[in-house]
């Protein structure tokens, strides 16, 4: 923990600013499970055009600490965390609260986990079985009452007229967004965000800045952003290692970026789901980092509350 990391210039960093880029691989698990599902791929600029290391065996907490340590050495630095910053406007109102960075603190003061503990009496957090609640989704987010259970940060995902690109609005196309109401069950990202917001205040107090609630700027200051892997990674079934070793040759034969990797990081990549998600995730972010320097605070009050996720893509 006490390692010290150094970075030399080179075109990547000249033409973006960045001297190093994050991708998180994030977990909601409670355990000591985190350590094995937490990943980081991590690019460090340098004068053979970046070096990518791919990490794991920290808690959220060790992480936080980690990536504020790396910051005050490569404070040019973005971090992507693939859970939701925030949940949907209405809820936020319905709290009494204006902005996202007001839910953190009510989430790390103890009601996030309230949220999740199995006695929880509020029913709209479904997917665990409790005194009160009984798993399945409930009424008040299914028909055509479903979309109050997404942000538009979700919704947003699907607007693929927005997108210039071809091979961008090909990987949207079949994505379906989970709702941060969800704790448990297949795809379920509540309970990762949840516990997932109380550390974003830890690197906002250390100077982060968090997009799109504050104003990036990284020429001085590291920046965070919210991503989801699955819209990295594109069309692949990343459960399988065959389908994981074929993605990764197929991208090493077409990518510079790719072909650059050590064996360590590949086979790393190969034999771990939650591997392969941080790696993939840092390697789109660097190849499009270029486009970090023109992201802008929101003017949008829904935003404000809510937050956006990052698309490679969209806001450059």
Request: net charge positive.
């Amino acid at each position: 923990m006490g390692k010290k990391f150094r970075w030399v210039d080179d075109r990547g960093m000249a033409e973006s600013g960045l001297q190093r880029v994050v991708g998180v691989d994030w977990s909601g698990d409670k355990g000591p499970g985190q350590r094995r599902k937490i990943w980081a791929g991590v690019w460090t600029a340098s004068s053979k055009g970046g070096k990518v290391t791919l990490e794991s065996g920290r808690t959220r907490e060790e992480l936080m600490a980690w990536l504020v340590e790396m910051s005050r050495e490569t404070p040019r630095m973005v971090v992507g965390f693939d859970f939701s910053f925030s949940y949907p406007a209405w809820f936020l109102r319905e709290l009494g609260i204006g902005s996202a960075p007001e839910f953190w603190e009510l989430v790390a003061g103890g009601r996030g986990e309230e949220w999740l503990h199995r006695d929880c009496e509020d029913v709209r957090f479904w997917g665990r079985v409790g005194p009160m609640r009984h798993g399945k989704k409930p009424a008040e987010f299914s028909g055509e009452h479903a979309h109050r259970m997404l942000r538009r940060a979700e919704t947003v995902l699907k607007v693929r007229a927005e997108m210039t690109d071809p091979l961008q609005v090909a990987k949207i196309a079949g994505i379906a967004p989970k709702s941060v109401f969800q704790i448990g069950g297949a795809g379920a990202v509540g309970t990762a965000s949840l516990r997932g917001m109380p550390g974003l205040l830890v690197l906002r107090t250390a100077g982060f800045r968090v997009w799109p609630y504050d104003q990036p700027d990284v020429k001085r200051a590291p920046l965070v952003v919210e991503i989801y892997t699955r819209l990295m990674t594109g069309a692949v079934t990343k459960s399988s290692e065959v389908a994981r070793t074929a993605y990764l040759a197929k991208k090493r034969r077409e990518s510079a970026l790719y072909a650059g990797l050590s064996r360590g990081v590949v086979a790393k990549a190969r034999a771990s789901e939650d591997a392969f998600d941080a790696l993939v995730s840092a390697m789109v972010m660097v190849e499009h980092r270029g486009e970090f320097a023109g992201l802008r605070k929101t003017e949008d009050e829904v935003f404000r509350m809510e937050g956006q996720t990052w698309v490679p893509g969209l806001f450059g």
